[in-house]
């Protein structure tokens, strides 16, 4: 079949339309399709339309509702700027935009805490108790596993890390 | 370019590995509203800093920004997965940084100011960590990240907060695809963080039978674990593939020697292949290879063909820009008698 628009390519988008029960079909190649606007197979659905969605439903009524939108005193990105667009404009938009971001971070990332690699920047105190954390969730683990050698030793563990901590902090102040 | 040339452990199955991190410099606006000052001095900060760095990798490290190169030197990079779409859309803000090999590909002002990644040939994800942790802590010395005590690295898209993290790998199934058995396994490793999507085509669709499984989530899990987890996924995924591959040839040895032949003699004597088609055909012929029905062409050969024979490669190929869909599939069947 040709296309029917320009009767020289084959037709490879077909289009089947029904309005009030009328129906009509369009038989088109993807060069003249993608020149049509009501044919927009073409655009990709990303994860921003899903974003924007997740956003609308978990957004408090009382922000949308009255009509207030709150602004990044930062970057000056508002709230109804980020759910179009779907990018946060600074770092300090997730400080601003906290109460809203935060029940749709628990969402779509499942955790709320970064385990993960830390900056060498981020100092000697920070790195030691992002190591005290890490020793405690093993220590439960072993505990829920009944591995009681392993906790008595973790538990060890954390308490040489606690006291090095504790003079870190002392040595700080 | 190594993740098209070196063979790389599980071939057969796994195409290449990527990692990306996403990162961002402190004090500074993210890209979805950065003007244009701001966004060059951002790129050379981060330029500037590797360069004057006395790692190995200021030597190795090409700056390229988008605004130098022409339209079809920019659409290359995008088929041949080195940058995203979106980078070169806005090309008089962002740039990249990559190395002769082409496995690390610094991105500069795309989503976030810094996106490091690196691809590498075959099933090697935990390696891709590795060199691109190292990467990562070098540009960290010149440049401080925007790093929040409970959210991790920060991201201009809260899907990317934390480890700021995604891996993946390029995986060719087409015995799960011919067995029915794809949907299955694509539900269900959705439930456990990962996502798979088809790489070529829209939709559902999944041209030569080419998926992408990564990671979804980036926060909470350390980058070990997201590895570790992927890993094991692949290896599963890739057991599967291989014993379903095994199964159908042990029922219709004819019925799949006929098919990876046809497929081939199509491929190699037609003088017009559509994208769709030239997919459709090189999966098969990329089958018939990875089980030793056909001998005389690599994989990596196989490989090759499936980048160039991309809409941007062709037209490079073809020194013109101005080509229609047509034309190009013309070219597409020249360029699969120059390569196999």
């Known amino acids: 079949m040709l296309c029917q628009q320009c009767n020289k390519r084959s037709a490879t988008v077909h289009l089947t339309k029904y309005i009030n029960g009328q129906k009509t079909e369009v038989h088109l190649c993807q060069e003249c399709a993608r020149q049509r606007s009501d044919i927009n197979i073409f655009a990709p659905f990303t994860i921003n339309d899903l974003l924007s969605g997740l956003l609308d439903m978990a957004a408090p009524s009382t922000v949308i509702g009255k009509g207030k939108d709150i602004k990044c005193s930062t970057c000056g990105m508002t709230y109804s700027q980020f759910k179009k667009v779907g990018r946060v404009g600074c770092e300090d938009c997730y400080k601003s935009f906290s109460r809203e971001l935060d029940p749709i971070l628990k969402r779509i990332q499942g955790g709320t805490h970064h385990t993960g690699k830390v900056p060498s920047r981020m100092g000697f105190n920070y790195r030691l108790r992002r190591n005290i954390d890490q020793l405690k969730r093993e220590l439960n683990k072993a505990v829920e596993t009944e591995a009681f050698e392993e906790a008595a030793r973790l538990r060890d563990e954390i308490r040489e890390l606690e006291k090095e901590l504790k003079k ?4 700080g102040a | 370019m190594s993740w098209m040339t070196d063979l790389g452990p599980m071939r057969d199955v796994v195409i290449s590995s990527r990692v990306r991190l996403a990162r961002n410099i402190k ?12 966004a060059r001095e951002a790129m050379e900060k981060v330029h500037g800093g590797i360069v004057s760095g006395n790692s190995s990798l200021s030597k190795d490290l090409k700056f390229m920004p988008m605004y130098e190169l022409d339209d079809l030197e920019r659409n290359i990079l995008v088929e041949r997965h080195l940058v995203s779409p979106d980078l070169i859309q806005r090309a008089d803000y962002t740039g990249i940084l990559i190395d002769d090999r082409e496995e690390i590909c610094i991105m500069l002002n795309e989503e976030d100011h810094i996106r490091l990644q690196c691809i590498l040939p075959g099933n090697q994800v935990a390696k891709a960590w590795d060199t691109i942790d190292k990467v990562d802590d070098v540009v960290e010395e010149n440049v401080e990240y925007s790093y929040h005590e409970s959210l991790g690295y920060i991201t201009s898209c809260p899907t ?11 995986m060719h199934l087409p015995a799960l695809v011919y067995g029915g058995h794809i949907n299955g396994i694509l539900q269900t490793i959705s439930k456990i963080g990962l996502t798979a999507r088809g790489l070529y085509g829209e939709g559902s669709e999944a041209l030569g039978n080419i998926f992408q499984v990564s990671n979804q989530v980036t926060l909470g899990p350390s980058e070990e674990e997201i590895v570790d987890n992927l890993e094991i996924v692949i290896k599963q995924i890739a057991d599967k593939e291989k014993l379903t591959r095994k199964a159908i040839y042990e029922a219709n040895k004819i019925e799949l020697e006929d098919n990876v032949y046809r497929s081939l003699g199509v491929l190699k004597y037609a003088r017009r292949l559509t994208a769709k088609e030239f997919m459709a055909l090189l999966s098969q012929v990329r089958l018939g290879v990875s089980m030793g029905i056909i001998e005389d062409i690599t994989l990596t050969d196989i490989d090759k063909l499936m980048v160039a024979g991309q809409s941007a490669n062709l037209k490079s190929y073809a020194k013109q820009h101005d080509k229609s869909e047509e034309d190009l599939d013309i070219i597409r069947a020249e360029i699969v008698d120059h390569l196999i």
Do not use: H, L, Q
């Not at chain 1, 870190?168 to 040595?171: G, H, I």
């Not at chain 2, 004090?27 to 950065?34: D, E, H, K």
């Open chain 1, 168 to 171: 870190a902090n002392e040595k």
């Open chain 2, 160 to 170: 990317n907060v934390g480890t700021g993290m995604r891996a993946s790998v390029m």
């Open chain 2, 27 to 38: 004090g500074y606006p993210f890209p979805v509203i950065m003007d244009r000052e701001t």
